[in-house]
T-cell receptor, first 113, second 118 residues
Framework: DGGITQSPKYLFRKEGQNVTLSCEQN?????MYWYRQDPGQGLRLIYY???????QKGDIAEGYSVSREKKESFPLTVTSAQKNPTAFYLC????????????FGEGSRLTVL | AQSVAQPEDQVNVAEGNPLTVKCTYS??????LFWYVQYPNRGLQFLLK??????LVKGSYGFEAEFNKSQTSFHLKKPSALVSDSALYFC????????????????FGKGTHLIIQP
């Protein structure tokens, strides 16, 4: 089955630690995205990538980093510089970066202890 | 910059009754408009989109939405609600002429919890 796989689904981290969230897709999509979801705030774009080896900051990139070494993979690192990292993180992809229809993974819930 | 307003945090509807989830938007020029649904602790699923053409758009699971340019609205509707429709619904907008293209120009509303009561 084609889709987007995020791992881990749940993750606990101590303050001051970096953590990397995995996102893999087998849809052959060019564009990939990371969103952060907080209760009552909708989705906010962290980073996006429209082609391999290129990515752009979204609205809330501070404290996060990404890489896009392969078309299938777009990992997100939440660094210790992120002041409030506890959130639900969603990875998405789209076929060619055209308007709108995104395919989402199941999400990763990060809790900082 | 574009914006999306979903004025109701929660909508309660009895099973079998029609439902409406409201969305208004602000964007420069013509919009692309979308509805997504999210079940608890899951990712979002695409429901429907308006790009151009007929103002009434039909989507998945019997949902439809009506684009109203004069009122800058894109309300989600269903003639007869099911308990299984209970979820969090997001409206999203992108300007047609966004130079970057794609979802990097997509702005989401804050979401509306739809609760269908048996």
């Amino acid at each position: 089955d084609g889709g987007i796989t995020q791992s881990p689904k749940y993750l606990f981290r101590k303050e001051g630690q970096n953590v990397t969230l995995s996102c893999e897709q087998n849809l052959n999509h060019d564009a990939m995205y990371w969103y952060r979801q907080d209760p009552g705030q909708g989705l906010r774009l962290i980073y996006y990538s429209q082609i391999v080896n290129d990515f752009q900051k979204g609205d809330i990139a501070e404290g996060y980093s990404v890489s896009r070494e392969k078309k299938e993979s777009f990992p997100l690192t939440v660094t210790s510089a992120q002041k409030n990292p506890t959130a639900f993180y969603l990875c998405a992809s789209s076929m060619d970066g055209g308007p709108g229809e995104l395919f989402f993974g199941e999400g990763s819930r990060l809790t900082v202890l | 910059a574009q914006s999306v307003a979903q004025p109701e945090d929660q909508v309660n509807v009895a099973e079998g009754n029609p439902l409406t989830v409201k969305c208004t938007y602000s964007v420069s020029g013509n919009p692309y408009l979308f509805w997504y649904v999210q079940y608890p602790n899951r990712g979002l699923q695409f429901l429907l989109k308006y790009i151009t053409g007929d103002n009434l758009v039909k989507g998945s699971y019997g949902f439809e939405a009506e684009f109203n340019k004069s009122q800058t609205s894109f309300h989600l509707k269903k003639p007869s609600a099911l308990v299984s429709d209970s979820a969090l619904y997001f409206c999203a907008v992108s300007p047609v002429m966004y130079s970057g293209g794609g979802a990097d120009g997509l702005t989401f509303g804050k979401g509306t919890h739809l609760i269908i009561q048996p």
